[in-house]
C-alpha cells in the first residue's frame, strides 16, 4: 500500500510557525518545509487561514520562501481568501492544489475559474450551504454540484481531489461510516478523480497525542481497504509515514481481514491495538477515551 501525503504543518495556527509566517521569519519554516520533505511527503499544505489582512502578500511570500527549499516542491494553497490563493498560484512553479472548495456558491464562484485559469488541483469538499452533509447520500449530493459547475468551465476529472470530510469519532461514529460508504462512490461520479482528506480531524477530542496517532493510522489502514488515495497527514509522525510509504503492509493486511468480515485472531500487541481500533471506528463498541483498555 502507498498513499498520497500532503504535510499538514505549516500551519498559521502553530505556536511556532504562526508568528513567522507573520514576521516573515524564514527560517523555521523552511526548516519544517525541509523536515517534512525529508520524512517523505509529497505535497506541503500551506495553511493561512482567513487571512484577511494582505493575505496575498503573505501568500506569494509563503510560496516562494518554501520553493528556496525544493524548487519543484508541489503545494496546497490553504485559505479562504480567494485573493490570496490567485496570489500563491500566479508564482507556483509546479501545479497547485486549491484547497479547498465547496458546494457552495460563493466558493464555486470565487475560485473554480481560478482552478481553470491557472491550470491547478483543486479539493473537492462535499460540503453544501446546508453545512456539514449528514450521510453518504448527501456527500454524493454536493459533490455533483461542484462537477457540474466545474464541467461547465471545462475542469478536467483528473484536476479533483475529492474530500468527503473526516470527522470526529468521539462525537459521531455515524459520520465516520458515512465517509466509508461514500468513498467507494467517488470514482463513480467523478471518474478520474484523486481522492483526499483531513485524516487527524477523527481523532480531535482524543486526550492525548500519543492516543490521537493510534485512532489516525488506523482508519488510514480501514480507508486504504476503500480506496483512499492521499491524505492531509502529520508528516512528524515516523508511524503514519512508514504507512503511507507502504511499509506496514502487515497492518494493512489484518485490517483488511477484519474489514472482509473474517474470523482472525490478534496474536500481537500491534494486532489488539488495530483490533480495538477497528470495533470503535466501524461502530462496534461506542467510543471512550479508555477505548484501548477496554
Known amino acids: 500500500m502507498k498513499i498520497y501525503t500532503i504535510a499538514e504543518s505549516i500551519n498559521i495556527m502553530s505556536k511556532t510557525i504562526g508568528p513567522a509566517m507573520r514576521e516573515r521569519v524564514k527560517g523555521p519554516i523552511q526548516k519544517m518545509a525541509e523536515e517534512e520533505l525529508a520524512a517523505g511527503a509529497n505535497m506541503i499544505d500551506l495553511n493561512l487561514g482567513p487571512a484577511r489582512k494582505a493575505g496575498d502578500e503573505m501568500m506569494k511570500w509563503l510560496v516562494e520562501t518554501v520553493q528556496e527549499v525544493k524548487s519543484d516542491v508541489r503545494l496546497a494553497l490553504d485559505t479562504t481568501n480567494s485573493v490570496a490563493v490567485e496570489a500563491g498560484l500566479k508564482v507556483c512553479n509546479e501545479r497547485a492544489l486549491v484547497n479547498s472548495i465547496s458546494a457552495q456558491p460563493a466558493s464555486m464562484d470565487d475560485r473554480l475559474p481560478l482552478v481553470k485559469k491557472y491550470d491547478a488541483d483543486f479539493v473537492a469538499l462535499t460540503m453544501s450551504e ?88 488506523a482508519y488510514l489502514l480501514m480507508l486504504y481497504k476503500l480506496g483512499q488515495e492521499s491524505a492531509i497527514v502529520d508528516a512528524y509522525d515516523k508511524e503514519m509515514m512508514a504507512i503511507c510509504a507502504g511499509k506496514r503492509q502487515a497492518d494493512a493486511d489484518f485490517m483488511g481481514k477484519l474489514m472482509d468480515g473474517e474470523d482472525v485472531t490478534a496474536s500481537t500487541d500491534k494486532e489488539k491495538e488495530l483490533f480495538k481500533c477497528y470495533q470503535v471506528l466501524n461502530g462496534n463498541v461506542l467510543y471512550s477515551h479508555s477505548w484501548l483498555d477496554d
Not at 453518504?136 to 475529492?162: F, P, S
Not at 459521531?172 to 481522492?195: C, H, R, S
Not at 485524516?199 to 482524543?206: F, H, K, R
Request: hydrophobic content about 45%; charged content about 20%.
Open 130 to 217: 446546508e453545512g456539514i452533509p449528514r450521510d453518504a447520500n448527501e456527500r454524493a449530493m454536493a459533490l455533483a454540484t461542484i462537477m457540474a459547475k466545474a464541467d461547465e468551465l471545462g475542469i478536467d476529472h483528473a484536476r479533483y481531489w475529492v474530500d468527503p470530510i473526516v470527522l470526529p469519532v468521539s462525537v459521531d461514529i455515524n459520520q465516520v461510516k458515512a465517509y466509508m460508504e461514500f468513498l467507494p462512490m467517488v470514482q463513480d461520479i467523478v471518474p478520474g478523480a484523486t481522492n483526499t482528506c483531513g485524516l487527524s480531524n477523527v481523532s480531535n477530542g482524543a486526550p492525548t497525542d500519543e492516543l490521537r496517532g493510534i485512532l489516525n493510522r
